[in-house]
């Protein structure tokens, strides 16, 4: 299944990601920090929903109180609230 996401409060303008057979795949992010999002997306891939999100949940960034990772979280949340 893929997932677009429209995140707040960060540079990212869009975060897109597939699940397929019960794990995370394809993260990508539109806008931001390139290499950050790139990282991101290299260790999160492969893992659950829910080990991503538990592990990117609540990281923030600079004064803001969410990140990349926080938002990534929240919009794997949202997928498990929605499956």
């Known amino acids: 299944m893929h997932i677009t996401y429209e995140p707040k409060g960060i ?3 869009k975060v897109e990601f597939d699940i397929e057979d019960g794990v995370v795949k394809n993260i990508s ?6 290499g950050n999002h790139k990282g991101l997306a290299a260790l999160a891939e492969g893992m659950t929903p829910e080990e991503a999100a538990k592990r990117l949940r609540g990281i923030t960034c600079g ?3 969410t990140s990349c990772p926080d938002q990534l979280a929240i919009a794997l949340e949202d997928f498990l ?3």
């Open 11 to 13: 540079c990212a303008r």
């Open 81 to 83: 609230k929605n499956q």
């Open 29 to 34: 992010f539109l806008g931001g920090c390139d």
């Open 63 to 65: 004064p803001r109180d």
